[in-house]
């Protein structure tokens, strides 16, 4: 006998309406909700209507064809691991009120080529973008002061990454395997960087370091030229 004879006729949700009964089946019936989310996980696409100021956890977890999402105005936070392992995932389109993505929201999603953070964030937690190894440019927003552990670590295409003027702190490994990145500048604001933050960045030449900057135990390749200023 079938462990659920039924699925529920979700033909007349919305986007928002499918994602906060998909959220609600997740925390207080999760047998069911693994079943729904078999006839939902192929989807392509992810828009979002307004009123929605969260993304739950796992929310996307493998999601392996969605290639598209739109999130919209007013969202506040990306919960941890949100659109994990989304493999097809190439486009993502932040809103302007976002100010938190939590840990390992968009880790390997190996499609993702370029990434268009607000300003408005101010916080983005440990392995966020890990293993994204088709990023290949990366701005980040210009108040954000910390930039946490293996953030951006396994991002083996990444070649420019513009650092802000507000940046303090870069942790451990938070760059670490990004092989193609070749020259990377900082701001005298930059205090700390954590052990092996560029550990395994091969092609990397050049890093200009303010002077009296604290770095830890072999933060970058044996062969790189670092420059004091």
């Keep these: 006998m079938e462990p659920i004879a039924f699925y529920p006729n979700l033909e007349g949700f919305t986007p928002v309406q499918l994602y906060l009964f998909l959220a609600a089946l997740r925390n207080y ?10 006839l939902y996980e192929g989807i392509p696409y992810a828009f979002f209507e307004a009123n929605l100021t969260s993304i739950e956890e796992y929310s996307f977890w493998y999601f392996s064809n969605l290639r598209e999402v739109h999130l919209p105005e007013g969202l506040k ?38 990434l268009q953070l607000p300003e408005s964030l101010k916080s983005i937690g440990l392995d966020v973008f890990s293993n994204c190894s088709k990023l290949q440019e990366l701005q980040l927003p210009k108040g954000m002061k910390v ?23 870069i942790g451990n490994y938070a760059f670490s395997g990004c092989s193609s990145l070749q020259v990377v500048s900082f701001s005298k604001g930059l205090k700390f960087i954590g052990w092996m933050a560029f550990a395994r960045c091969s092609s990397l030449k050049e890093v200009y370091l303010p002077r009296g900057i604290t770095i830890g135990k072999d933060v970058f390749p044996f062969k790189t030229e670092i420059i004091y200023y």
């Design 29 to 38: 019936e999760p047998k069911i909700y693994d079943l729904i989310r078999e």
């Design 77 to 114: 936070i990306i919960k941890n691991s949100s659109f994990v392992g989304c493999s097809s995932l190439q486009v993502v389109s932040f809103p302007e009120s976002l100010t938190s993505v939590g840990n390992a929201a968009f880790s390997e999603c190996s499609s993702l080529q370029e």
């Design 147 to 169: 930039i946490q552990n293996n953030t951006f670590s396994g991002c083996s295409s990444l070649q420019v990454v513009s650092f802000p003027n507000s940046l303090e702190k």
